[in-house]
């Protein structure tokens, strides 16, 4: 007996569609920059420093 899969379970707006786009917009322009795993770790490190404090 095979289980059917369920759409997503939860509602996402419009809204937060917009926000996603424009936060993969920003990250691709900085990416093209200083390249994308340069600036995820950039963004790692300043999260965890703040973490520290």
């Known amino acids: 007996m095979s ?3 369920k759409g997503n379970r939860y509602q996402i707006s419009f809204k937060e569609n917009i926000q996603e786009i ?3 917009n920003y ?3 900085q990416a093209e920059i200083m390249g994308i795993s340069t600036y995820i770790k950039m963004l790692i490190k300043k999260d965890m420093e703040s973490k520290e404090k």
């Open 3 to 5: 289980q059917t899969k």
């Open 27 to 29: 990250m691709l322009k």
């Open 22 to 24: 424009e936060l993969m």
